[in-house]
């Protein structure tokens, strides 16, 4: 492990942020580091990175522990149930982050899980402050918090200018899922 991981966010609006962050996992991955993404929203969907990240094993683990978008589409589930899930993925974050097994950790749509009070602030301030020094962390999701863009050594914010989505066309596997 190199001995100053960084702490890098990407957030905003527009598309792209989960995309870089799987960018990151495969350049690592060819390098033989270790790459682990816990997911805190996606998890009930399938979508293709379930599959692919199996071909980038072992060097990549990916965890969806999430229920799938809170309060959108087909969500049933009660809040509670969602904020008991995400308590469980900062759960796992910590005891990856800390394992010493990885080099790179991956939290997918954690900014999200803040901004939908599943999680604190506060959760994800105690994760950037306690991860070992040669651990390189990313946290993606839009709404990232001042507190946590303060923390953080690379911020990167995505900004729609254009969607298909403006035109009527729906989400495109391989593209969007």
């Known amino acids: 492990m190199e001995k100053d991981g960084l702490t890098i966010v990407y957030t905003g609006k527009g598309k792209g942020k989960t995309t870089a962050a799987l ?12 790459t682990c993404m816990i997911q805190f929203i996606k998890g009930s969907w399938h979508y293709g ?10 060097e990549f683990e990916m965890i969806a522990v999430g229920k799938g978008f809170v309060g959108i589409m087909d969500d049933k589930s009660p809040k509670e149930d969602h ?26 749509e954690i900014n999200y899980a803040v901004n939908l009070k599943l999680i604190s602030v506060n959760d994800v301030l105690d994760i950037i402050r306690s991860k ?15 507190d946590v863009i303060e923390a953080s050594d690379l911020v990167t914010e995505m900004r729609e200018i254009k969607h298909p989505f ?6 495109k596997k391989g593209i969007d899922f």
């Open 23 to 34: 960018g990151i996992a495969l350049r690592a991955t060819g390098y033989q580091k270790k």
């Open 49 to 58: 990175e379930m599959d692919s990240s199996k071909r980038l094993e072992p």
């Open 83 to 108: 904020e008991k899930i995400a308590k469980e993925a900062v759960r796992i974050s910590n005891e990856k982050i800390q394992s010493g097994d990885y080099d790179i950790v991956i939290l997918d």
């Open 132 to 146: 070992p020094k040669g651990v390189d962390l990313i946290l993606t999701g839009n709404y990232a918090k001042e």
């Open 166 to 171: 403006q035109k009527g066309i729906k989400a």
